[in-house]
């Protein structure tokens, strides 16, 4: 048993040094983030604890890998500090651990993407209450559990540029289809009614002939498409308004006697469709610059701390090379138009 | 594997030769204790921002599911069986709690039917193990995908997140003017329960006497299945209110709540000294391991360590303290008494 103790007190000094070194790390890396009462003001927060947080839905997720990127970036621009938390597995429970952590360390700023509009709420009440500032992007939780929700793309935007994208490609004449996920998805209904809107309106010899939907199932768009593509012999091309449908429906083309023929546009993200682009099956697609949301978060961050912006409608402010933001109803700022992918830029893109 | 159980009861028979103040004094649960001392002091002297009130408020709430569902598994696995259901059962209880209050149903009673199907589910394990004889670790494999399947069956992906506020609130009320939060007063009444149950009852000389030998303490007149049926239908239904506490303190029902809670709950029965073969552990030992795990994490989550790292280290904690228990045994025995391992592996035959 004294080999048990000895056992013991050998771990216990390992942790202690383990915590030690850590906690010094911490001590220097907050320096500056000066939690004193200099400068805090009622409500306002304290404006010089430039002290960022970033905490993703999960951490070594190549999507948020970029958006951190753009946020320490921010960061260092305005000269604050950065840090990256986050659980390992995108669930809820787990994200409440590192919310109650940054409030504990009385940060300047908590920028959350929520893994559930409701689970995370009390818990970013409690930052809150402590003179957090927090700002969701990507994914919102209920409003009034945040300050500000950066979105990255909203519905008339993403009508609009799949709209305009396809119209481009097939220049501005013919059938197009529209292959969507699953027939009950909110969100997609409002961009397909938005886009047929917009389509009628702006490009009148366009025409939609048929929505598929492919549950955003890898092989049930794939199948819809070669559907798609028997039935309708005269079709120009296809918008795939989600990230699954447009890929399995460009695999399709890819091996088709269609490729270069059809065109496809729609919502994807860059390493899924880089090979398609590289090789012409596609031409361009949309989504959003998650290095650019994460900037823009960070810089919304800011501002709330420096007390420049409360979340109220029709607060300014600068967010660096962004320029200029206004912040919308229920405290949404919009990063702005989706970004348009094509060769010249993907190769820019890790996500 | 034949000669675990002899390894165990030799253990045994030495603890009793010794007198009370050696064997409270150099105990693993002491160790533990120590331990979780030793991290506590050193995490609130170099960790900024770990040595306020809040910390502990935070703490509690974060290990509340996993001290309370770790009284019924150590009693599990002192006998030497184990319960892999529990989290799914943490997640059936919160999507079936969640299904009822969203079709209309009073949360009381809602709660109470999680409740009752805590009790189907651990009847159900028991019935497997025990009647028709099947082994836990296979059997509670199969339920913890059976009870997430329901549990996400049931409710989807989607979330319930409309419950009373009375009752959210009281799931993070804390004591006014302490930072103790309200789930302490169930957890304490159900630790006083486990302690008497286990170390005080001829229930609780039961549990101990299967897990160093089903067939000595069948013959010694120990009702070994019923025990471990009662002790399966106990890990059902406090997984239940385990289940209940999570969907309200997060305001939410998932079908992927606590999603990996039984291995964070085995880690620390295991950590805490009970052994993996049955008939060795204590109940403070574990409520000690639970409690450095969690100050662990929330210390290192406090100097801004990932979660990988931190995973690695709890990992390597608990992997350092069993293989140096067994390993350390083994040496001790080693020096005692030469060709011991023989005589011991000889006895069985």
């Given at each position: 048993?004294?080999?048990?103790?000895?056992?013991?007190?050998?771990?216990?000094?390992?942790?202690?040094?383990?915590?030690?070194?850590?906690g010094?790390?911490l001590?220097?890396?907050n320096?500056?983030?000066?939690s004193?009462?200099?400068?805090?003001?009622?409500?306002?927060?304290?404006?010089?604890?430039?002290?960022?947080?970033?905490?993703?839905?999960?951490?070594?997720?190549?999507?948020?890998?970029?958006?951190?990127?753009?946020?320490?970036?921010?960061?260092?621009?305005?000269?604050?500090?950065?840090?990256?938390?986050?659980?390992?597995?995108?669930?809820?429970?787990?994200?409440?651990?590192?919310?109650?952590t940054a409030t504990q360390q009385g940060v300047?700023?908590?920028?959350?993407?929520?893994?559930?509009?409701?689970?995370?709420?009390?818990?970013?009440?409690?930052?809150?209450?402590?003179?957090?500032?927090?700002?969701?992007?990507?994914?919102?939780?209920?409003?009034?559990?945040?300050?500000?929700?950066?979105?990255?793309?909203?519905?008339?935007?993403?009508?609009?540029?799949?709209?305009?994208?396809?119209?481009?490609?097939?220049?501005?004449?013919?059938?197009?289809?529209?292959?969507?996920?699953?027939?009950?998805?909110?969100?997609?209904?409002?961009?397909?009614?938005?886009?047929?809107?917009?389509?009628?309106?702006?490009?009148?010899?366009?025409?939609?002939?048929?929505?598929?939907?492919?549950?955003?199932?890898?092989?049930?768009?794939?199948?819809?498409?070669?559907?798609?593509?028997?039935?309708?012999?005269?079709?120009?091309?296809?918008?795939?308004?989600?990230?699954?449908?447009?890929?399995?429906?460009?695999?399709?083309?890819?091996?088709?006697?269609?490729?270069?023929?059809?065109?496809?546009?729609?919502?994807?993200?860059?390493?899924?469709?880089?090979?398609?682009?590289?090789?012409?099956?596609?031409?361009?697609?949309?989504?959003?610059?998650?290095?650019?949301?994460?900037?823009?978060?960070?810089?919304?961050?800011?501002?709330?701390?420096?007390?420049?912006?409360?979340?109220?409608?029709?607060?300014?402010?600068?967010?660096?090379?962004?320029?200029?933001?206004?912040?919308?109803?229920?405290?949404?700022?919009?990063?702005?138009?989706?970004?348009?992918?094509?060769?010249?830029?993907?190769?820019?893109?890790?996500? | 594997?034949?000669?675990?159980?002899?390894?165990?009861?030799?253990?045994?028979?030495?603890?009793?030769?010794?007198?009370?103040?050696?064997?409270?004094?150099?105990?693993?649960?002491?160790?533990?204790?120590?331990?979780?001392?030793?991290?506590?002091?050193?995490?609130?002297?170099?960790v900024r921002g770990f040595a306020q009130?809040i910390t502990?408020?935070?703490?509690?709430?974060?290990?509340?599911?996993?001290?309370?569902?770790?009284?019924?598994?150590?009693?599990?696995?002192?006998?030497?069986?184990?319960?892999?259901?529990?989290?799914?059962?943490?997640?059936?209880?919160?999507?079936?709690?969640?299904?009822?209050?969203?079709?209309?149903?009073?949360?009381?009673?809602?709660?109470?039917?999680?409740?009752?199907?805590?009790?189907?589910?651990?009847?159900?394990?028991?019935?497997?193990?025990?009647?028709?004889?099947?082994?836990?670790?296979?059997?509670?494999?199969?339920?913890?995908?059976?009870?997430?399947?329901?549990?996400?069956?049931?409710?989807?992906?989607?979330?319930?997140?409309?419950?009373?506020?009375?009752?959210?609130?009281?799931?993070?009320?804390?004591?006014?003017?302490?930072?103790?939060?309200?789930?302490?007063?169930?957890?304490?009444?159900?630790?006083?329960?486990?302690?008497?149950?286990?170390?005080?009852?001829?229930?609780?000389?039961?549990?101990?006497?299967?897990?160093?030998?089903?067939?000595?303490?069948?013959?010694?007149?120990?009702?070994?299945?019923?025990?471990?049926?009662?002790?399966?239908?106990?890990?059902?239904?406090?997984?239940?209110?385990?289940?209940?506490?999570?969907?309200?303190?997060?305001?939410?029902?998932?079908?992927?709540?606590?999603?990996?809670?039984?291995?964070?709950?085995?880690?620390?029965?295991?950590?805490?000294?009970?052994?993996?073969?049955?008939?060795?552990?204590?109940?403070?030992?574990?409520?000690?391991?639970?409690?450095?795990?969690?100050?662990?994490?929330s210390a290192?989550?406090l100097a801004?360590?990932?979660?990988?790292?931190?995973?690695?280290?709890?990992?390597?904690?608990?992997?350092?303290?069993?293989?140096?228990?067994?390993?350390?045994?083994?040496?001790?025995?080693?020096?005692?008494?030469?060709?011991?391992?023989?005589?011991?592996?000889?006895?069985?035959?």
């Amino acid at each position: 048993m004294t080999f048990a103790r000895k056992g013991a007190a050998a771990a216990a000094l390992t942790m202690g040094i383990a915590l030690a070194l850590s906690g010094c790390a911490l001590d220097s890396g907050n320096s500056d983030s000066g939690s004193g009462s200099e400068g805090s003001s009622s409500g306002g927060g304290d404006s010089s604890n430039l002290t960022v947080t970033f905490l993703p839905k999960n951490l070594g997720n190549p999507y948020f890998d970029t958006s951190s990127k753009g946020g320490e970036r921010a960061v260092e621009e305005f000269g604050g500090t950065f840090a990256e938390v986050g659980p390992a597995e995108a669930t809820p429970d787990a994200q409440v651990s590192y919310i109650n952590t940054a409030t504990q360390q009385g940060v300047g700023a908590l920028v959350v993407s929520a893994n559930d509009p409701q689970a995370i709420c009390d818990a970013l009440n409690e930052a809150r209450d402590a003179d957090v500032k927090v700002v969701t992007f990507d994914s919102d939780t209920n409003p009034e559990c945040r300050d500000i929700f950066v979105n990255q793309a909203d519905a008339e935007g993403i009508a609009k540029v799949q709209a305009d994208l396809i119209a481009e490609q097939i220049d501005g004449d013919g059938e197009i289809a529209i292959l969507s996920a699953a027939a009950n998805a909110t969100n997609q209904n409002t961009w397909i009614e938005m886009m047929e809107e917009y389509l009628g309106s702006e490009y009148p010899d366009i025409k939609v002939v048929e929505t598929v939907y492919g549950d955003d199932d890898d092989q049930t768009s794939f199948d819809k498409t070669a559907a798609l593509l028997q039935s309708h012999p005269k079709l120009e091309g296809i918008v795939s308004p989600t990230t699954v449908g447009i890929a399995a429906a460009a695999r399709y083309l890819q091996t088709s006697d269609f490729q270069g023929k059809v065109a496809l546009t729609g919502l994807g993200t860059p390493n899924q469709m880089r090979e398609y682009v590289e090789d012409g099956t596609v031409e361009a697609f949309a989504l959003w610059n998650p290095e650019d949301l994460g900037y823009l978060s960070a810089y919304t961050a800011q501002a709330l701390i420096a007390g420049d912006i409360t979340g109220e409608e029709g607060d300014t402010f600068e967010a660096g090379d962004l320029g200029e933001y206004t912040v919308g109803a229920d405290g949404v700022v919009l990063l702005g138009d989706p970004f348009v992918f094509d060769k010249e830029n993907i190769g820019d893109f890790d996500f | 594997m034949t000669t675990a159980p002899v390894t165990s009861s030799n253990r045994v028979a030495r603890d009793f030769d010794r007198p009370l103040w050696k064997r409270l004094v150099l105990s693993r649960e002491t160790a533990i204790i120590a331990l979780l001392v030793v991290v506590a002091l050193v995490a609130a002297l170099t960790v900024r921002g770990f040595a306020q009130p809040i910390t502990f408020t935070y703490l509690i709430l974060d290990v509340a599911p996993i001290l309370l569902i770790a009284l019924p598994m150590t009693l599990i696995m002192v006998t030497g069986e184990i319960d892999l259901s529990v989290g799914s059962m943490v997640g059936l209880s919160s999507v079936v709690t969640g299904v009822l209050v969203q079709s209309g149903t009073p949360f009381e009673l809602a709660a109470l039917v999680a409740l009752v199907v805590g009790v189907i589910g651990g009847a159900f394990n028991g019935f497997l193990v025990t009647v028709v004889g099947l082994p836990s670790l296979a059997v509670t494999i199969g339920t913890l995908a059976l009870f997430r399947g329901l549990a996400v069956g049931l409710l989807g992906t989607t979330a319930v997140t409309s419950f009373p506020e009375t009752w959210t609130d009281l799931a993070k009320a804390k004591f006014a003017g302490t930072p103790i939060p309200a789930i302490i007063v169930p957890f304490l009444v159900l630790l006083v329960v486990f302690v008497v149950l286990l170390h005080f009852t001829p229930f609780g000389r039961g549990i101990y006497a299967i897990g160093l030998s089903k067939e000595a303490a069948h013959f010694s007149g120990v009702p070994v299945e019923r025990t471990k049926f009662v002790l399966f239908v106990l890990a059902g239904v406090v997984s239940a209110f385990a289940g209940i506490y999570y969907t309200l303190r997060f305001g939410s029902a998932r079908g992927d709540n606590a999603t990996g809670l039984e291995l964070q709950v085995i880690a620390a029965v295991v950590l805490g000294g009970v052994s993996v073969f049955g008939g060795r552990g204590k109940i403070h030992g574990v409520i000690a391991a639970v409690l450095l795990i969690g100050i662990l994490a929330s210390a290192l989550r406090l100097a801004n360590v990932t979660s990988d790292v931190i995973n690695i280290i709890t990992g390597a904690l608990l992997v350092v303290s069993v293989v140096a228990a067994s390993f350390l045994a083994w040496v001790q025995k080693a020096r005692r008494k030469p060709g011991g391992r023989v005589r011991a592996a000889a006895s069985t035959a």
